[in-house]
């Protein structure tokens, strides 16, 4: 009877131990699998959320428009026999832009200003008139950036232009160059302030002009 148990005893020890051991490597075997597999799994996972979450790259549309308020010094021409005085007048403008790279622009700029004009003859007899002017310009433009949000620009191109004085029967049009200078500055990537000082070589008692506007980008 006790060598009988002591021999139960070591076969159901042996078959334990038998039954220890492969559970053991089926264990070490299954972890290196799951180990391998994490080492691959959480990488793809982090590359294709870095995929998805990358942005697009988007190009800044070249187009630009610009709404402004002006003001015109007035001067004083001969026109036949008598003399016409343009006192200080207002208006506003609009300038349409395409940026044709390495700082240089396009524009189409329309402006509308109106003042007084005082209108005197060869017996200084004077009489004053209120009268139109209707310019449109077509300019080439160059800007150079001092900072990303500041520049100064300077523009030059040809001008045609509208003059209109009912009280004195007139209503003509001439054309000339115009050239300016200027200052934009930037508020973020949409919108600016712009400043600009303008010239002309048609004659007239209009003046110069002085423009201050919003520019959008589109």
Known sequence: MYIYKTYLIKTVGGMDMKKMMAAGLSAYALTGVLFAGGD?????????????CEPEETKESDFYVIVKGLTVSGDTVLHEENTFDGDRGYGFGI????????????????????NTVTETDVHHQSEEGDANYYSHALDLVYTYRLT????????????YEIEEIDAFEIDEDDNGFNYGIGIEWAINEQYALVAEYEKSTIEGPRGDNIFAGVMYNF
Do not use: C, N, T
Not at 95 to 114: K, N, P, Q, T, V
């Open 40 to 52: 691959i799994a959480p990488q793809e996972v982090v590359e294709q959320q870095a995929m998805v």
């Open 95 to 114: 300038d349409l832009g395409y940026r044709l790279g390495s700082g240089f622009a396009i524009e189409y700029d329309f402006a509308h200003a109106e």
């Open 148 to 159: 990303d949000s500041f520049g100064i620009f300077a523009k030059g191109g040809y001008e």
